[in-house]
């Protein structure tokens, strides 16, 4: 199908005043040129289409075609080219059997409108997009100064749509995906349900071996789960390794839920001194310049660890790690020793239970590992979460949330993936049947 379409466009410039380039810009951009073809363009494939069908209009002997005119309707759309109003053909078949359609557009065989919808997925896919930064009014609001934009409960309907679409693109790429260092968080955000307060949220990262470097992939986003069903999917898709290591804060149930089999655990170093800190506190055995000061011994001793791996692990130096690894629990157990006689038993349980999973990075390092010593990448993941959706006035529906942490975590953590996400929602594929040529001629200020 070929078509030909022919403008003029005329420009006239007063040349007594200096114009910004923007606001030549800003002026080609209002008259809505993009909306214009297409309009143009929709217009001349559809009169292709039916002329093929019923031949050239008012053609003597159409009366004695199979295919026979049938009116026109109006068909209204909104593209990130603009606003549009089409007027299409019908035709009407004259020999139709009951399987076939007596009336159709022919059309709707090359061009899908998406439906009944108006507003088609292209601009629909960008306002999820604006609001997974912003909220729904806010991203009605800022799209509609660049391009004519779905209203607030459209916004939030494709959002509940693409977001469920994504989840599932992302859970069927997961088998096989064998990540070998797990990176769990959880956060909670306020309910708009009557059954909840809060909703729990669950966000699984991965790590990727990729030579020297890493790669970082968002596993599983879900709402109100426990650890242990988010657990046991990722079992299942092999999505994760039999070995792998899980680098997380000391949640329990996280940990219990993770650590099984040959997979080890590396406490986050930096969550050590705050947790050591609130324990200290509870146990209330000392004044806040002692607390600080035994806080700052645990940490400091973990970040020489931590020094002492990045320094020798490139050179292979193992008896360097090895040495320091012992000296570090070493002296954790002496620090919980020295606590349990002054009587503080939360933070002597506290050392005691988890010092072992504080030096995980380093015995790995011992074989030429190199896992993170902290969870700051799904940190920061969980900062993006707060950003969007622990603001006082937000209350989410289960569904709602969900949806809209796919979104947003996934452009987050893995961008490569959420733009083949849009490439298979919007079908560019398609692209390679299409073939464009632009001829522009301009001659002293006229195009």
């Keep these: 199908m070929h078509a030909t379409i022919d403008a003029q466009f005329t420009v006239s410039l007063d040349q007594d005043k200096t114009l910004p380039l923007a606001t030549l810009a800003e002026s080609l951009t209002e008259i809505q040129l993009e909306a214009t073809i297409l309009e143009e363009l929709v217009r001349s494939l559809d009169e292709a289409l039916v002329e093929a069908y019923c031949g050239e209009k008012h053609a003597r002997g159409n009366g004695d075609c199979r295919f026979q005119r049938a009116g026109t309707s109006t068909r209204t759309a909104v593209t990130t080219a603009g606003e549009h109003e089409f007027t299409l053909h019908h035709v009407k078949d004259t020999a139709a059997t009951d399987g076939d359609p007596t009336y159709f557009r022919p059309l709707e065989d090359l061009i899908d409108f998406d439906g009944q919808r108006i507003y088609q997925e292209d601009i629909s896919l960008q306002a999820a997009e604006l609001a997974t930064s912003l909220s729904y009014r806010d991203a009605v609001a800022h799209g509609d100064g660049f391009t004519p934009m779905p209203s607030i409960t459209t916004v939030n309907r494709r959002v509940r ?4 679409k994504l989840g599932d693109f992302v859970r069927d790429r997961l088998p096989g995906t064998n990540a070998d260092t797990i990176v769990p968080d ?7 349900q009557d059954h909840c307060s809060y909703h729990d949220v669950n966000v699984t990262l991965g790590r990727l071996p990729e030579g020297d470097d890493t790669e970082t992939t968002l596993l599983d986003v879900n709402v109100n789960e426990s650890w242990d069903e988010t657990a046991e999917a990722l079992e299942e898709t092999e999505a994760v390794t039999d070995d792998a290591t899980v680098v997380s804060d000391a949640e329990k149930a996280l940990v219990d839920a993770f650590e099984s089999g040959d997979r080890s655990h590396q406490l986050d170093l930096v ?7 609130y324990k200290l506190w509870k146990d209330d055995a000392f004044p806040l310049s002692e607390r600080k000061a035994i ?3 645990v940490a400091d001793d973990l970040f020489h660890l931590k020094n002492s791996v990045a320094l020798h692990a490139p050179r292979n130096e ?3 790690i090895r040495s320091r690894i012992d000296q570090t629990l070493e002296n954790l157990e002496k620090e919980a020793w020295r606590l349990e006689r002054q009587d503080s038993p939360k933070a002597t349980a506290y050392l005691r239970e988890w010092a072992e999973a504080t030096v995980t990075f380093a015995e790995l390092a011992l074989d030429q590992q190199q896992v993170p010593w902290t969870s700051n990448v799904v940190e920061r993941a969980m900062g993006e979460v707060s950003k969007r959706c622990k603001n006082q006035w937000m209350r989410w529906s289960e569904a709602g949330l969900e949806s809209l942490l796919w ?4 452009q987050y953590a893995d961008p490569e993936q959420f733009a083949a996400f849009a490439d298979e929602l919007l079908e560019r594929s398609a692209k390679t049947a299409i073939t464009m040529e632009v001829s522009v ?5 006229e195009l």
């Design 161 to 164: 749509e693409y977001g469920s």
């Design 186 to 192: 959880g956060t909670k955000c306020h309910s708009q």
């Design 271 to 277: 969550h050590v001194g705050r947790t050591l800190g």
């Design 318 to 320: 193992r008896l360097a």
């Design 441 to 445: 001629d301009a001659t002293r200020g």
């Design 407 to 410: 979104l947003n975590l996934v």
């Design 295 to 297: 806080v700052s011994g």
